[in-house]
């Protein structure tokens, strides 16, 4: 039996940045996971490269039943105190493009940098490790694992969510939660491509590949990023994002040429050269095939000099404001993070401990607190991460 400080569950980012954070306050601390490497979202994120942060993180950038919560850990610990760590250990990193910051060489830099900084306040990582059960007989806590007995003053949960299984992800983090008696916010797949059925479906897959810059929205709330149709349904960076707010049921709005007032182009067009197709008049606005596809499957053809105004209001509307209902999303298999989880409401915004439950702590994606695409969801497990790492 090892007795303990702190003892972490789940080898992630989150679970990582906590446990460093405890041993520079000379906390006897220990990690845990049952993968057989560590932080293997960072290692797959960014296309190898990880989007470890984004420079315009705020807590605008993250959805919750409780919008305030992240504001403390944030603030706290931001973007630019993760930055500094990243130069200290003279990692290259660039910005892409809409603050998203990224490693130059490999993912495996920040998965480097972060054991070197464990190692260095003696905290151990034990990988390979299977959780039996977890229980508080008395002020410590007691892990069985498939590795013997762990006791520790604090428990902290950072098992992410069940997004990527291939990678790991599970519920357990919730489980835990609910056997101690916390609430626990229904959890859904996020940042995730959205699926259709029947004749979407068959559009989407003619064209599958083809991808447009687009500003898709839902309600009130709305993206500017790539689309790219999928023989599935649509997915790329503004898919993703407004796959968070999506429900179920309900349409979403999609421009495909989101800096051009197509029925003014098209007048234009009409008076300019009134014998162009109108196909061929969609084509100079839209990638070839797309301008195809449309124009047969919402019959817009013809001469632009017989065309109506009407017609091309109509034109219009399905490039500007094409209304798609999804059948749903590909799920968690694809989905970089899930959406919901532990309720902030049973969480201190400072210390991330369970109010019900001293020495419970809960951090990362387990916790109701999701970012968008771009950085942000691993700036919230390094910020969630170290405000526990002050308290545990």
């Keep these: 039996m090892r007795d303990l400080d702190v003892l972490v569950l789940g080898g992630g980012a989150a679970g990582l940045m906590c446990a460093i954070?405890?041993?520079?306050?000379?906390?006897?601390?220990?990690?845990i996971d049952h993968a057989r490497r560590p932080a293997e979202k960072i290692r797959i994120s960014g296309g190898g490269r990880c989007n470890f942060t984004n420079l315009h993180s705020t807590p605008a950038n993250f959805l919750s039943q409780n919008p305030r919560f992240c504001v403390?850990?944030?603030?706290?610990?931001?973007?630019?105190?993760?930055?500094?760590?990243?130069?200290?250990?003279r990692i290259p990193w660039h910005?892409?493009?809409?603050?998203?910051?990224?490693?130059?060489?490999?993912?495996k830099d920040i998965i480097r940098m972060l054991l070197a900084e464990l190692e260095q306040v003696r905290g151990t990582l034990q990988l390979e490790t299977e959780i039996k059960a977890v229980e508080k007989p008395d002020d410590r806590f007691s892990v069985a694992t498939s590795r013997g007995l762990l006791q520790a003053k604090s428990l902290v949960i950072a098992t992410g969510g069940p997004s990527i299984p291939k990678m790991g992800g599970t519920g357990f983090g919730y489980d835990v939660a609910r056997q101690f008696g916390l609430n626990v916010i229904a959890p859904r797949a996020a940042l995730v491509p959205l699926t259709f059925s029947d004749a979407n479906k068959a559009l989407c897959g003619r064209l599958a590949g083809v991808s447009v810059d687009a500003k898709v929205s839902f309600q009130k709330t709305t993206f500017r990023e790539g689309l790219l149709f999928t023989h599935r349904g649509l997915s790329g960076p503004s898919i993703l994002q407004i796959s968070s707010y999506w429900q179920e049921g309900k349409p979403i709005a999609v421009n495909l040429v989101p800096e051009t007032d197509v029925f003014e182009s098209l007048r234009d067009a009409r008076g300019e050269s009134p014998r162009q197709d109108l196909k061929t008049a969609l084509g100079q606005l839209l990638p070839n095939r797309l301008a195809d596809e449309l124009s047969d499957v919402f019959s817009l053809k013809g001469r632009l000099a017989d065309q109506s105004d009407k017609v091309l209001r109509r034109a219009a509307d399905h490039l500007n404001r094409w209304q798609l209902t999804p059948v749903g999303t590909e799920g968690y298999r694809t989905a970089e993070v899930t959406l919901g989880g532990v309720d902030t409401k049973e969480l201190s915004s400072k210390t991330m401990e369970s109010s019900k439950v001293p020495g419970l702590f809960f951090i990362g994606e387990v916790v109701d607190v999701t970012g968008h695409l771009g950085g942000f969801n691993f700036q919230w497990a390094w910020s969630s991460g170290h405000a526990a790492g002050q308290f545990v």
Excluded: I, N
């Design 21 to 31: 954070e405890a041993g520079k306050r000379g906390r006897k601390v220990a990690v």
């Design 72 to 89: 403390s850990a944030l603030k706290r610990y931001t973007q630019h105190d993760f930055l500094g760590l990243v130069e200290k250990h």
């Design 95 to 107: 910005e892409k493009t809409l603050g998203q910051l990224f490693c130059d060489e490999s993912a």
